[in-house]
């Protein structure tokens, strides 16, 4: 049976996950794997050029990135035609609602 924490992140996951599909991306979920990337979202339209990039997304229950894990999502950034994102859940007046932002 998966710990608390692990569970807790796993359903963040697939919630994101349920977001991007809803927003009409093809979306895999990266399991367990601690790799920098908790999904990948691949738009699903023929807009040729116009159509938005790939995501690879970090999902965190804040928003805090650690430094390495930004860094190792701006090299695929960088070495791939993909936009790096950050996932997470909001605090104060907005609790409950999630914010998804490029990271830069």
């Known amino acids: 049976m998966p ?5 807790k992140g796993a359903d963040f996951e697939r919630y994101v996950c349920r ?3 809803h927003l009409g991306y093809f979306v895999v979920r990266s399991a367990g794997s601690h790799t920098p990337v ?3 979202a691949i738009p699903c339209d023929d807009r040729g ?3 938005p990039l790939p995501h690879l997304v970090q999902c965190k ?4 990135l650690p430094q390495a894990a930004r860094m190792k ?3 695929l950034s960088q070495t791939h035609y993909v936009q790096p994102m950050l996932a997470y859940k909001m605090k104060g007046p907005f609790k409950g609602w999630t914010r ?3 990271v830069v």
């Open 3 to 7: 710990n608390a924490n692990y569970r």
């Open 19 to 21: 977001i991007y599909r």
């Open 38 to 40: 908790d999904v990948v």
């Open 49 to 51: 050029k116009d159509a």
């Open 61 to 64: 229950g804040n928003r805090v």
């Open 73 to 75: 999502l701006e090299l």
């Open 100 to 102: 998804c932002e490029e």
